[in-house]
């Protein structure tokens, strides 16, 4: 059987016409990566918006999974200290994680940390009239792997994603849609979020990279 995106076994967005046209609304804000995926050669052989990819992962439905490559712009991102998760750092399309709509990429430590030695770190410039320069950017082996060093050097990147999209249950009482409490038949609070898992800085691309 399935119902809302609210808390379902098997959650369908086709059911809800609320939730359909908040898709409508929120692929509008995708427009910007609509155009990449036109001009990228990263996207030759297609590339995934978020809204797209939530759409992919809801109708698979729990438990199932969808391989594709997924393009986002950074835009938020944390760390796992629950345990729950395991170990894992988050980067996601929106500021907000548990809003609607996001796609979080999941990423192992190891990933992470091959994944910012490749990040470049560039230098500010002073500008000064008359004067030209050439910005400095060089690579940084040297730095602590954690949430801060990940935003710093992440935020804001437009990256692409080798993977599989799949629903994953959060036990919170925070979320939009607001969170259900009829989770497999169980009285716990909780939302989806649409999660691609990395375990390989490899199957990660930085978009447009100088």
Sequence with gaps: MQTSVLGARTPSILVDPEIDARLTELAQQDAPLNT????????????????QALKMAFEA???????????????????????????LFFVSSRRDYARFGTLTIAIEPDALYNLLRRATVCKPRDFTPGRIDVKGCRQDTNFDLNMFTMIQRLGGRR??????VRLQ???????LPKPAAN?????????????????????VIFVHDE
Excluded: M
């Design 169 to 175: 249950w959060i036990d919170a009482r925070t979320g």
């Design 159 to 164: 990256i692409a994603v080798d993977g599989e």
């Design 36 to 51: 990449a995926i036109e001009h990228s050669p990263d996207c030759e052989t297609g590339c995934i918006t978020p809204v």
């Design 61 to 87: 439905g729990e438990g199932e999974a969808r391989a594709g490559r997924f393009l986002l712009d950074i835009k938020g991102g944390g760390q796992s200290i629950s345990g729950s998760l395991e170990q």
């Design 183 to 203: 989770k497999r038949g169980e009285h716990e609070a909780g939302y989806y979020q649409v999660w691609v898992r990395v375990d390989n800085a490899d199957q």
